[in-house]
């Protein structure tokens, strides 16, 4: 079963629109959420992550806006630009103890910015 | 120095080679991980150490044989892989709030 899904394998937007790619999760014990950007054979880069008792985060063009009672989240992108085309994963985070924490991840959502 | 180093950035073996793959962090981050992605699919969690003590190990086979050495350093020992294990092999430590901070991967392909 799983866990958090992003239902959108992909997202095409026009240079210089709102991309918004959405998120959710069944599991109500996740502390934080989290949003990783990755290229092909590259590691995943950290973007943005949001504490489950906060309900928005922003950081420059990249906002993170959480709604517990649906369990879902989204990361709206404002502007996108062509350099924003990645595959972007979706990412819960429960604590495991010995300050090591277990992250489940979605199935990415593929994101094209077109000039 | 926020950055998570693997070593080497591809290897390529035979089902009866002994190979190791290599991730340091000087982040000072007490959890380290080891994650394996294959393509078009999501990172899956195979091993979790904690303060260089193996807490997590998600039922994988035996010919991956992970090792702490130190706070710092985080090995991942591969004999008699199968073809089948040809993937991307990302390395993670992690801070509080629950972020992971992932290396570059190694491109492994198993011949």
């Known amino acids: 079963d799983q866990q958090v899904k992003q239902n959108s394998p992909s997202l095409s937007v026009q240079e210089g629109r709102i991309s918004i790619l959405n998120c959710d999760y069944t599991?109500?014990?996740?502390?934080?959420f989290l949003w990783y950007k990755k290229y092909p054979a590259e590691g995943p880069t950290f973007l943005i992550s949001i504490s489950s008792i906060k309900d928005k985060n922003e950081d420059g063009r990249f906002t993170v806006f959480l709604n517990k009672s649906a369990k879902h989240l989204s990361l709206h992108i404002v502007p996108s630009q062509p350099g924003d085309s990645a595959v972007y994963f979706c990412a819960a985070s429960a604590y495991s103890g010995a300050g090591s924490y277990q992250l489940t991840f979605g199935k990415g959502t593929k994101l094209s910015v077109i000039p | 120095d926020t950055e998570v180093t693997q070593t080497p950035k591809h290897l390529v073996m035979g089902m009866t080679n002994k190979k190791s793959l290599k991730c340091e962090q000087h982040m000072g981050h007490r959890a380290m991980y080891w994650y394996k992605q294959k393509a078009k699919k999501p990172p899956e969690l195979m091993f979790v150490y904690s303060y260089e003590k193996l807490s997590i190990n998600e039922s994988v086979p035996s010919r991956f044989s992970p090792e702490c050495p130190n706070s710092s350093l985080l090995n991942l020992h591969l004999h008699a892989l199968q073809p089948e294990d040809s993937a991307l092999y990302l390395c993670?430590?992690?801070?509080?709030?629950?972020?992971?901070?992932f290396g570059p991967g190694t491109r492994l392909t198993v011949l």
């Open positions: 993670a430590s992690s801070q509080a709030g629950g972020r992971l901070f």
């Open positions: 599991n109500s014990m996740f502390d934080y």
